[in-house]
């Protein structure tokens, strides 16, 4: 980012070590936590296993142990339940994988995670996002059994600086600093994987948005700054809060990062050399919601002793007093007695709209805004070596009535040059025009595939000159051409792509192309299991066939993303660019 100096991302630095202790930290907390509890005067035995966030885990457990001790049964038939410990995001890619599906941030599932009969993740975004990608895992949330806000913390003295407490801050506010500043360092841990993080982007990332109308790029400055220092877990991000009260340690140590209520009052439970302000912001974000997922295709008994369950931590005092001690509210938002909430922290943080019976409602957070945030921030965060094909044939004429009557070429550019924005200049990007009798197969190299560092004035350069042509060319040869270019220079520990820009109109069926069989018996001779290479489409307009293009990237590897309106595009552009999160080998 202009003006500042970027740092390695955390991502990229040391995820090897943090991924091991991350797999180290879940099974040990599943073995201190676990534990299967039967109650006396009742036969047999109805078996449940829970898999709850680690923060709220003792809690449950010591409640579930009560509940189970005073003679819990189903029909007469004894419960036993067994708690563990468990990160969401290693429970979210045992649930996927057993769907067939991927969860962006999720990936492989780890060794010792098994799926669970009741899941209690720490926010309703992972049941959202599941829902997204497997509609056919049809679990059942009963409710929320406890709350805590998401806050923007910040060390007391750059808090104090800023102007806190007297001054209200706003998100416009933070946003300015992390853009602009060259001497504050925002952080986050990897939204994807952490729904804390998630929440946070959430509202910086509207803020950014509107404030794009007066200072065009502040979108693009936000997520590049935050992807400086992105953490693979919660608490490295916490080691990199300032260790001291000089100068010296605040301008080394994070400014800012959005953390959950409980992250704050168990940092500052510990003493540490600098404490955290939490900023309750107006709007408030998405908060952690703690849902109660009961899984599908339980037996009766398992349902209903999930249930029983569910009322008794939902309606229990002695959890509640749990909860407090462990920093986190009750769903109902309020702060009880034993609750070492932060300073300024409100005494009841409102439930969702249509919350009833004392319990927050189902979060609100639009499904689509998760998808856009996730997708900019794989856009950013994601290595990438990658031959951009934009389709200048005659069709890219048509004018688009929703986008003014620019033309589906304009509305195709317009996206490429504000994904390019995003674009850290590690990526590896190469630029190639097709449209008749423009160049040998109908495809002409506008910028070779190279370092961002040295093209990316080339590539907005070429952009900018791109005018569809007086004819249309062969799709499908330049598809296979393009494949061959990228992984004849195919590069390890990158996504290697070619991403296509059309609108697909009669595809395979140009003069001189060559036939679909014939494209996918090429593709599927020339695909190396050690040289993998996807093949992404970005369909414009409404006469796109989706069909033979889907047997493409079935091939390759890949998807078809398609906007049917064309003033769209940007929105699905960046969807395609969040698909590169595998096959780096």
């Given at each position: 980012m202009t003006g500042r100096h970027r740092r390695r991302s955390r991502l990229r630095a040391g995820t090897a070590v943090l991924a091991t202790l991350a797999v180290v930290a879940v099974v040990a907390g599943a073995r201190i936590v676990a534990g299967q509890f039967g109650g006396g005067g009742c036969s047999?035995?109805?078996?449940?296993?829970?898999?709850?966030?680690?923060?709220?885990?003792?809690?449950?457990?010591?409640?579930?142990?009560?509940?189970?001790?005073?003679?819990?049964?189903?029909?007469?038939?004894?419960?036993?339940?067994?708690?563990?410990?468990?990160?969401p995001a290693d429970v979210a890619a045992v649930l996927s994988a057993g769907q067939k599906v991927s969860l962006a941030g999720a990936g492989a599932p780890r060794a010792g995670v098994t799926p669970p009969d009741v899941w209690v993740p720490d926010a309703r975004t992972w049941l959202q996002r599941l829902r997204a990608a497997a509609p056919q895992l049809a679990f059942t949330d009963e409710g929320s059994v406890a709350m805590s806000p998401v806050v923007m913390a910040m060390p007391e003295p750059v808090a104090k600086r800023l102007g806190w407490p007297k001054q209200k801050l706003g998100y416009a506010d933070l946003v300015a600093q992390i853009t602009t500043s060259t001497n504050f360092r925002a952080g986050t841990v990897d939204p994807t994987r952490d729904a804390a993080a998630l929440s946070g982007l959430l509202v910086l990332s509207g803020s950014a948005t509107t404030l794009d109308q007066r200072r065009p790029g502040t979108?693009?400055?936000?997520?590049?700054?935050?992807?400086?220092?992105?953490?693979?877990?919660?608490?490295?991000?916490?080691?990199?809060?300032?260790?001291?009260?000089?100068?010296?340690?605040?301008?080394?140590?994070?400014?800012?990062?959005?953390?959950?209520?409980?992250?704050?009052?168990?940092?500052?439970?510990?003493?540490?050399?600098?404490?955290?302000?939490?900023?309750?912001?107006?709007?408030?974000?998405?908060?952690?919601?703690?849902?109660?997922?009961?899984?599908?295709?339980?037996?009766?008994?398992?349902?209903?002793?999930?249930?029983?369950l569910y009322d008794v931590l939902s309606g229990s005092a002695g959890f509640r007093g749990r909860l407090a001690a462990a920093g986190v509210r009750p769903p109902d938002g309020s702060a009880p007695a034993g609750l070492k909430a932060p300073a300024g922290a409100p005494s009841r943080v409102g439930p969702s709209p249509g919350a009833g019976s004392g319990e927050a409602a189902a979060a609100t957070t639009d499904g689509a805004a998760i998808d856009r945030a996730l997708a900019g921030w794989s856009a950013v965060v994601a290595p990438a070596r990658i031959l951009a094909i934009v389709d200048a044939s005659q069709s890219m004429r048509t004018p688009v009535p929703t986008a003014r009557n620019a033309?589906?070429?304009?509305?195709?550019?317009?996206?490429?040059?504000?994904?390019?924005?995003?674009?850290?200049?590690?990526?590896?990007?190469?630029?190639?025009?097709?449209?008749?009798?423009?160049?040998?197969?109908?495809?002409?190299?506008?910028?070779?595939?190279?370092?961002?560092?040295?093209?990316?004035?080339?590539?907005?350069?070429?952009?900018?000159?791109?005018?569809?042509?007086?004819?249309?060319?062969?799709?499908?040869?330049?598809?296979?051409d393009g494949y061959r270019e990228v992984q004849e220079g195919w590069q390890a520990g990158r996504v290697n792509s070619v991403l296509l820009l059309t609108d697909g109109a009669d595809a395979g069926q140009k003069a001189g192309d060559i036939k679909l069989d014939e494209l996918l018996a090429e593709l599927d001779a020339a695909k190396s299991v050690d040289r993998p290479v996807q093949v992404i489409v970005v369909g414009v307009g409404d006469a796109v066939d989706r069909s033979p293009l889907e047997q493409i990237t079935r091939q390759t590897g890949g998807g078809v993303f398609i906007a049917e309106d064309p003033a769209q595009i940007g929105a699905v552009f960046l969807e395609a660019l969040s698909l590169r999160t595998s096959t780096t080998r």
């Open positions: 047999g035995q109805v078996r449940l296993s829970v898999a709850v966030a680690p923060e709220i885990a003792t809690a449950v457990q010591q409640s579930a142990a009560e509940w189970v001790a005073g003679k819990a049964a189903v029909d007469g038939t004894c419960v036993a339940v067994d708690v563990r410990a468990a990160d979108s693009n400055g936000l997520l590049r700054a935050l992807a400086t220092d992105t953490s693979v877990l919660r608490d490295d991000l916490m080691a990199q809060l300032p260790q001291g009260s000089d100068a010296g340690s605040l301008a080394a140590g994070l400014g800012l990062a959005a953390m959950s209520e409980s992250d704050v009052v168990r940092y500052n439970a510990a003493t540490p050399p600098v404490g955290l302000a939490a900023l309750y912001l107006d709007p408030a974000a998405t908060p952690l919601d703690y849902p109660f997922a009961v899984m599908p295709e339980l037996g009766r008994p398992q349902a209903e002793a999930a249930h029983q033309t589906r070429m304009q509305v195709t550019l317009a996206a490429a040059r504000s994904g390019l924005g995003l674009f850290s200049d590690d990526w590896q990007v190469g630029l190639w025009l097709f449209a008749a009798g423009v160049g040998t197969g109908n495809h002409r190299e506008l910028v070779p595939i190279g370092p961002l560092t040295d093209k990316r004035a080339d590539v907005a350069r070429a952009l900018g000159g791109i005018q569809p042509a007086g004819g249309d060319a062969g799709l499908y040869r330049t598809i296979l």
